[in-house]
């Protein structure tokens, strides 16, 4: 730098800022000889992700449409396949009721009900009338009015039952008209189909389901364990993962408090894969100086970083395993034609189980290390938050669709390590219900 | 050598050639970009690492091809302050590195070097959001406003560490200056 550069510096402001500019105007150092290849290694991570998430995505959609179809087919197929299996139910007086049976035979008919408590009327007109109606009918008729007359006493039996009513009033604001028909004739609530002992609605109900969700890891650094975590370290490791799944398969007992609300027991096993792929090299940690507090894994603090380390590449696939124990609450809000809402909160206590052995990225060095169980907490928890859909097929079945995100409550690590490294997952899963009778 | 218009034509298209050319092209311009506004060499490499993987996600924005190198810059100021936005609230490593380039031995290269490497090292020495600021205003030409608005400060308190950054630098470079002068 000559004098006058200087003498130009101390006179002006202005004159300091044209210096600068000018100063740094050609300055075009080198970058690193294998930055490109860097560069290159982390675009095609990026293109494989994205290519990976789109699958996902598709298979998703897929999956939706197909169980979309299947609750179709399956409603159709109710419809076509049932038969009408009570009589013609009037609200006129018993001896018009015979005369009109007398006139058209039961599979022909269609119920004229067309609201429950329209049924419920005629329920008990019919059944006071049930005595001497026997004695008018044809044997033929006679057997089979007895049997629909059955029917109606065994619901209006049900009816003193509070369970039932409140069955009953869900499946009723649930229903048009005309599916009101459809549960006199065809029996979503026929419990008392034919001659079959008298059904109690069950508040017990066995849920079975499987997940099929994208998964991945949150790191973040403990509070005031910032400068025990390589500096490139949470970038490096969110790169770095490719291909992530979370299947998870579940059983659970539902007990009903009420119409709409259920609490929730459960077992499941899940199996979290988390690929990963990594080439490039990173600035080393300079210093790491002992006598401050190390952390539960041993490292001590950094203090600045040297030139670039050596070059890391490898390519590992962690599987981290939990068995959960979930509990909470599950909803059952009616939506329309026996369709519900069903929310889900659950918290579950999971054992962790992780790949010992596979590589992974040492948080301190950046370098690749085997995994070790003594690293990892025994038990964790977590949260799963769920909505979704289900269709009723018929009193004791049904089948839904839930779109589930779970996360872990407690980090991965044991307590005290620097790092907090959480998994979570998001996607759909699939259940069927059966409601114990 | 491919031309600018084809370069963003295939940096479009995902082209890989395409993509290394424009690296190639910009690679040492940016990279001296990024070592103004980082803690060390290697600091310098990923903020020039990230910056070209942003560029190559967003060079669809471009709307004029001429513009290049300007709309470039302003992807990596944009990228460095979001860095700095993030290393402010969290712990500040402190860097043993030289910023020298290791691998220019050359004598002929390291004369003319050693000047910009002179300034460089007094820049270096100023505090973080004073080389910020300077870098911003003096070097970037970026308003005092823009510079708040980026750093979520404001106009005058720009004004002020701009004002501190000046007398610093000053100081710094007479020191250098009289170090200079007594070796010789």
Redo the contacts between chains.
């Keep these: 730098m000559n004098n006058k550069e200087t003498r130009t510096l101390e006179n002006s402001n202005r004159h300091i800022d044209k210096w600068l500019n000018q100063q740094f105007e050609d300055f075009t150092p080198n970058p690193d000889a294998g930055l490109w290849q860097s560069i290159d290694a982390a675009l095609d991570r990026k293109e494989r992700r994205s290519k990976f998430i789109w699958y996902w995505l598709a298979a998703g959609v897929l999956l939706s449409v197909l169980s979309v179809a299947a609750v179709q087919w399956s409603l159709k197929n109710t419809n076509q396949s049932a038969k009408p299996t009570v009589a013609q139910i009037q609200t006129e007086s018993p001896a018009e009721s015979t005369a009109s049976n007398q006139k058209a035979s039961p599979s022909s008919e269609t119920p004229s009900i067309s609201n429950t408590e329209a049924l419920n009327k005629s329920a008990r007109v019919l059944r006071k009338a049930t005595p001497t109606d026997h004695l008018n009918r044809a044997p033929e008729q006679s057997v089979s009015n007895a049997v629909d007359d059955l029917q109606v006493a065994d619901r209006d039996a049900y009816e003193t039952d509070a369970r039932t009513k409140d069955f009953i009033a869900q499946w009723s604001t649930q229903t048009d008209d005309a599916t009101a028909d459809q549960i006199v004739t065809l029996g979503p609530l026929s419990w008392s189909k034919g001659l079959r002992k008298p059904l109690m609605p069950g508040r017990w109900t066995v849920e079975v389901g499987a997940d099929a969700n994208q998964t991945g890891l949150m790191y973040r650094a403990k509070s005031d364990y910032g400068n025990y975590i390589h500096k490139n370290y949470f970038d490096r490791m969110k790169t770095g993962e490719f291909a992530l799944s979370a299947s998870r398969i579940q059983a659970g007992l539902l007990f009903q408090l009420s119409a709409k609300h259920s609490v929730k027991l459960g077992l499941a096993y899940a199996e979290n894969r988390t690929q990963q792929r990594f080439d490039f090299r990173d600035s080393m940690p300079a210093t790491v100086i002992q006598g401050q507090t190390s952390d539960a894994l041993g490292y001590y603090p950094i203090f600045g970083y040297l030139g670039l380390g050596p070059q890391v590449s490898f390519q590992s696939q962690n599987t981290y395993t939990m068995l959960s124990i979930p509990m909470g609450y599950t909803g059952h809000f009616p939506w329309k034609k026996g369709l519900s809402i069903t929310p889900e909160i659950l918290v579950s206590a999971n054992r962790l189980g992780i790949s010992a052995g596979a590589q992974t990225l040492d948080y301190q060095t950046l370098l690749q290390k085997a995994q070790s169980s003594e690293q990892f907490r025994a038990w964790v928890m977590g949260l799963r938050l769920a909505v979704g859909v289900e269709k009723r097929l018929n009193y004791s079945h049904a089948i839904g669709l839930r779109l589930n995100a779970q996360s872990m409550l407690s980090p991965m690590y044991v307590p005290n390590a620097a790092l907090e490294s959480r998994g979570w997952s998001a996607g759909l899963s699939a259940h069927y219900s059966w409601r114990i009778q | 050598m491919l031309n600018n218009d084809d370069i963003i034509a295939g940096c479009v298209n995902?082209d890989?050639i395409a993509?290394?050319s424009l690296?190639?092209k910009y690679?040492?311009?940016m990279?001296?970009f990024c070592?103004?506004y980082s803690n060390?060499?290697?600091?310098?490499?990923?903020l020039?690492?990230?910056g070209?993987?942003k560029v190559?996600d967003s060079i669809t924005s471009l709307k004029d091809p001429s513009q290049l190198e300007g709309w470039m810059s302003r992807v990596f100021i944009n990228l460095a302050l979001s860095r700095f936005r993030k290393t402010s609230r969290?712990?500040i490593?402190?860097?043993?590195?030289d910023v020298v380039?290791?691998?220019?031995d050359s004598v002929e290269v390291s004369s003319d070097f050693m000047?910009?490497e002179?300034?460089?090292q007094c820049?270096m020495s100023l505090p973080e959001n004073y080389r910020m600021v300077?870098n911003l205003?003096?070097?970037d030409k970026l308003s005092h406003k823009e510079i708040a608005e980026s750093l979520g400060t404001t106009i005058s308190n720009s004004k002020s560490l701009l004002?501190r950054a000046?007398v610093l630098?000053?100081e710094l470079?007479?020191q250098?200056?009289n170090k200079?002068t007594g070796k010789q």
């Design positions: 995902k890989r993509q290394k690296y190639e690679g040492a311009k990279f001296g070592l103004r060390s060499r290697a600091d310098a490499q990923d020039l690492q990230d070209f993987i190559f969290g712990p490593h402190v860097d043993v590195v380039d290791e691998t220019t000047e910009i002179e300034v460089f820049l300077i205003y003096a070097i004002h000046r630098l000053k470079v007479e250098q200056r200079d």
